[in-house]
Each structure stands twice: as structure tokens, then as C-alpha cells.
Nanobody, 124 residues
Framework: QVQLVESGGGLVQAGDSLRLSCAASGFTFSNRGMGWFRQAPGKEREFLASISYRGTGTNYADSVKGRFTISRDNAKNTVYLQMSSLKPEDTAVYYC?????????????????WGQGTQVTVSS
């Protein structure tokens, strides 16, 4: 059974940092690109960051470039999203996802497995 379980969300103040984790099971994690997305109320799901299967390739949305860092530990079947300089507009449910290929991808349609999401709320 495929599972992606996000953790690390919560309520923080503007300017704070937060690290999200996503633990994967039920598939060969080290063979797939991984990504992070978010969805705020009333908005479409937004791509944030992606990483290739070995972690050698990454890509970021302009809205988070320089503030967020994606990484992975294949030994632990876990992908991370380190977030810094958080802003109120970063408030959303954050999702991790596994791609259908080893490379990193930016489109939601290229991801086949999704977690249930974790809430991040940034107060001003």
C-alpha cells in the first residue's frame, strides 16, 4: 500500500522557519522524482519544488526560490522541505507527491502518488 505522510506543519509567525517531512512507503522511493505542492483556500494547487531521484536535480517556483529548499534521504525514504522567511501568503495545505519518473517534474499531472497534506499557517 502506497503511503506518503507529511509532517511538520503548524502555526508560525512571519519570518520564522519550518521544516516539512514526507515519509514514503509502498513503492521504490529511490526511483522516483519527488515534489512539494501547496493549496490555499480558494486557490489552485501550486507547484513549489521538485527533486530528482538521486537529489542531484532540483527546481523551484519563483514564489519560493531562495526561501525554500527541497532535499531527500533515500536511506530513510523521506523528502524534506525547509522553509525560511515565511510570509502570511505561504499559508496553505502542503502536499508531497511522487512522480511517475526518476527526474524532477513541475506539473501536478506528472505525479502519481500524493500525501494527505499538512497545514502551514503563517501569522503576521
Amino acid at each position: 500500500q502506497v503511503q506518503l505522510v507529511e509532517s511538520g506543519g503548524g502555526l508560525v509567525q512571519a519570518g520564522d522557519s519550518l521544516r516539512l517531512s514526507c515519509a514514503a512507503s509502498g513503492f521504490t522511493f529511490s526511483n522516483r522524482g519527488m515534489g512539494w505542492f501547496r493549496q490555499a483556500p480558494g486557490k489552485e494547487r501550486e507547484f513549489l519544488a521538485s527533486i530528482s531521484y538521486r537529489g542531484t536535480g532540483t527546481n523551484y517556483a519563483d514564489s519560493v526560490k531562495g526561501r525554500f529548499t527541497i532535499s531527500r534521504d533515500n536511506a530513510k525514504n523521506t523528502v524534506y522541505l525547509q522553509m525560511s522567511s515565511l510570509k502570511p501568503e505561504d499559508t496553505a495545505v502542503y502536499y508531497c507527491a511522487a512522480a511517475n519518473v526518476p527526474a524532477q517534474r513541475t506539473l501536478a499531472r506528472d505525479y502519481v502518488y500524493w500525501g494527505q497534506g499538512t497545514q502551514v499557517t503563517v501569522s503576521s
